[in-house]
């Protein structure tokens, strides 16, 4: 009798200290991060990750990921979403339809994630190597019906306090119908406007605005180099300055061009350029010790699968459209907050996600 009592007093002891150590992992776990950096791949299913690490000659850094989920990523009026919908879900909570910036299925603007930081005080960017004025990053920033009414986005920005944002499309602010030149009533607003990479790298503080192109940005195969790379680290020293924190977006644009193309070698190109920006901000996040990296695309494009592949990490690509398709969409966490992004679950939900770690 007196040992079975001993062996219920050490078992209750072992529960004991096995809940009081769950409990202190799971607090820790959940400690809410003062910056968020946010990756998206467009057009990024699987089949393109999987591409760039049979393609890569080293491990990547995307394999550093310490959470993996999905998410369902429809639209309200079609299976298939398109990267404005999809944007506008990660942005602001709200599913909407395809083309939908920043407005709900109403057209009725919503708070963005961006601008929600900016109101608590958090410096905010957005990185592409599109125009910056396309779906992606306009959703974040932009309230209008159509993706199309790129100079009405262009003008959005001016009703912001974005602190740095960087791409292409220098001539939707520039080069416009109405005549204005947003570039002047950005230099009123104390931004310092930056013209090639070169530029972007000399700014080491205060509001940039870095126009890499009149319009897109050229592809790898054509000579980009590593802009994505020094567009994210030059951004990521600037933000960390606000000592309350910040949201970054940053995009890996034309994975999804790729896509469309039905060329394994574009997207293979794009995909290592990606990878480079999620070491940026990994490293980035191990250093500083108190930053969130989400990595997910918002939608695949081109039913990309990959057939076979040599030695030498030459892919035999093929694809079932020129357009997107509607698969779950892998979605990689890593930092402080970063046990949120597990499982399954929506596109939007991912919005309700960052606000949790957050704490907003």
């Known amino acids: 009798m007196l040992q079975t009592k001993k062996t219920v007093i050490i078992a209750c002891t072992l529960c004991f200290l096995f809940l009081t150590f769950t409990n202190s992992f799971a607090q820790k776990e959940t400690q809410h991060p003062k910056n968020i950096i946010l990756l998206i791949g467009d057009g990024m299913g699987t089949a393109q990750i999987y ?95 159509s993706r199309a009414m790129v100079e009405e986005i262009a003008a959005d920005f001016l009703n912001t306090d974005i602190d740095v944002f960087i791409g292409g499309g220098r001539n939707h602010f520039a080069q416009r119908k109405d005549g204005k030149n947003l570039i002047d009533d950005l230099k009123s607003k104390n931004y310092q406007i930056a013209n090639s990479i070169e530029e972007v790298e000399k700014i080491k503080s205060g509001k940039l605005a870095g126009f890499l192109a009149d319009v897109e940005q050229v592809k790898m195969s054509e000579g980009r180099g590593n802009q994505l790379l020094k567009s994210t680290e030059t951004a990521l020293n600037i933000l960390k300055q606000n000592k309350k924190g ?85 979605v990689f966490a890593y930092g402080k907050g970063a046990s949120l992004f597990s499982g399954f679950y929506f596109n939007n939900d991912i919005f309700f996600k960052i606000k949790t770690a957050f704490k907003f």
């Not at 995909?271 to 989400?294: C, E, S, W, Y």
């Not at 918002?298 to 020129?322: Q, R």
């Open 51 to 145: 591409a760039g690490i049979v393609a890569s000659k080293t491990k990547l850094n995307i394999e550093r990921s310490q959470v993996i989920g999905f998410h369902k990523n429809q639209a309200t009026d079609n299976f298939i979403t398109d990267s404005a919908a999809g944007a506008t879900a990660f942005a602001t909570g709200k599913k909407t339809y395809n083309g939908a910036i920043g407005v709900d299925s109403a057209k009725r603007s919503l708070p963005t994630i961006l601008e929600i930081a900016e109101q608590k005080g958090l410096a905010t960017g957005l990185v592409a190597t599109c125009s910056i004025t396309q779906a992606t990053p306009a959703a974040f920033i932009a309230h209008q019906p």
């Open 246 to 330: 910040f949201f970054l977006m940053v995009e890996g644009s034309q994975i999804d061009w790729g896509g469309h193309a039905n060329d394994t070698q574009y997207i293979v190109n794009e995909m290592l350029d990606f990878d480079q920006a999620i070491g940026a901000a990994f490293d980035f996040a191990d250093k500083d010790g108190n930053t969130l990296v989400i990595i997910t695309a918002d939608h695949e494009t081109g039913g990309f699968s990959i057939n076979d592949a040599d030695k030498d990490g030459h892919i035999e690509g093929k694809f079932t459209t020129k357009g997107h398709t509607g698969v779950m969409i892998p």
